[in-house]
T-cell receptor, first 116, second 114 residues
Framework: AQSVTQLDSQVPVFEEAPVELRCNYS??????LFWYVQYPNQGLQLLLK??????LVKGINGFEAEFNKSQTSFHLRKPSVHISDTAEYFC??????????????FGTGTQLKVEL | DADVTQTPRNRITKTGKRIMLECSQT?????MYWYRQDPGLGLRLIYY???????NKGEISDGYSVSRQAQAKFSLSLESAIPNQTALYFC?????????????FGPGTRLTVT
């Protein structure tokens, strides 16, 4: 079974500052990795995903994440945040095609609060 | 119009009552999921269905049941609600092919059991 650890439950940051949200995973097989964002009072939407290929993946709204297999990490970054980025961010992992289709295992979430 | 809808959006019910949460989708996806979200615990999978005749338990299925009435409809039932089932419930869908790994979420149902 796979698991996901999001090390920070809350991250406060000033507008226009850079931010990194940390995610580590554990799995005995190859995985697919995802970041989802949940804006207040809304469902989750996909921010970006890593399936294979380039370890640096770019998503919507200027976010990017880097897959690091040796450190089993998939940290999310943005060079300059905006007040509208205030939301909860979830890291998730899937085993993909083998053994269970695309069931997702989610981390506990990181609340990003952007302040003026 | 939203691709994944959930009804009701908010519900308060009493301990011991039976309650059904409904999910409908217009995305044409075969796969549907029910999650619950609790503060500090993230999302946990309750049940999932890969097609109308295929229903599977997730990691926290005890106390819940589901029904896949059609490709587009997937309902979650609490046969006898208890207070620790107070949570935010999400329905999600995904395609069986192509971008199968991306799940599309509904807006959620906030359930309170008193």
């Amino acid at each position: 079974a796979q698991s996901v650890t999001q090390l920070d439950s809350q991250v406060p940051v000033f507008e226009e500052a850079p931010v990194e949200l940390r995610c580590n995973y554990s799995s005995s097989v190859s995985v697919y990795l995802f970041w989802y964002v949940q804006y207040p009072n809304q469902g989750l939407q996909l921010l970006l995903k890593y399936l294979s290929g380039s370890t640096l993946v770019k998503g919507i709204n200027g976010f990017e994440a880097e897959f690091n297999k040796s450190q089993t990490s998939f940290h999310l970054r943005k060079p300059s945040v905006h007040i509208s980025d205030t939301a909860e961010y979830f890291c998730a992992v899937s085993r993909g095609l083998t053994g269970g289709g695309n069931k997702l295992t989610f981390g506990t979430g990181t609340q990003l609060k952007v302040e003026l | 119009d939203a691709d994944v809808t959930q009804t009701p959006r908010n519900r308060i019910t009493k301990t011991g009552k039976r309650i059904m949460l409904e999910c409908s989708q217009t995305k044409g996806h075969d796969r549907m999921y029910w999650y619950r979200q609790d503060p500090g615990l993230g999302l946990r999978l309750i049940y999932y269905s890969f097609d109308v005749k295929d229903i599977n338990k997730g990691e926290i299925s005890d106390g819940y049941s589901v029904s896949r009435q059609a490709q587009a409809k997937f309902s979650l039932s609490l046969e006898s609600a208890i207070p620790n089932q107070t949570a935010l419930y999400f329905c999600a869908t995904s395609d069986a092919g192509g971008d199968f790994y991306e799940q599309y979420f509904g807006p959620g149902t906030r359930l309170t059991v008193t």
